[in-house]
């Protein structure tokens, strides 16, 4: 079972940025596919970006050019660059993680983003 935490959530200005952090329990060098999803009060659960072996990375249209996926494979890290937050970013965010293309998902507890001024 993979352990993800994930953390850097917090309280943010409009237009401001935060960074998003996914440790994970076991070496995300080889890891088929890990997300980022988020879900605000009263929504279903929307995917935001995803990165995949190789370093292929995708993004929500919502997010797009605002928001930029990377990970450390030294430090079993995903990161999730969050630019020009806007209110409706604000939502709890969370990292899933993926060893193969029709393996298990794995979810971490989730970190809250609040933008307001």
């Known amino acids: 079972q993979v352990q993800l935490v994930e953390s850097g959530g917090g309280l943010v200005q409009p237009g401001g940025s935060l960074r998003l952090s996914c440790a994970a329990s076991?070496?995300?060098?080889?890891?088929?596919?890990m997300e980022w999803y988020r879900q605000a009060p009263g929504d279903q659960r929307e995917w935001v970006a995803r990165?995949?072996?190789?370093?292929?990375?995708a993004y929500a249209d919502s997010v797009k050019g605002r928001f930029a996926i990377s990970r450390d494979n030294a430090k079993n890290v995903v990161y999730l660059q969050m630019n020009s937050l806007k209110p409706d970013d604000t939502a709890v965010y969370y990292c899933?993680?993926?060893?193969?293309?029709?393996?298990?998902?794995?979810w971490g507890q989730g970190t809250q983003v609040t933008v307001s001024s």
């Open positions: 990165i995949r072996y190789g370093d292929s990375t």
């Open positions: 899933k993680a993926r060893r193969t293309s029709r393996g298990t998902d794995y």
């Open positions: 076991e070496s995300i060098f080889s890891m088929y596919q």
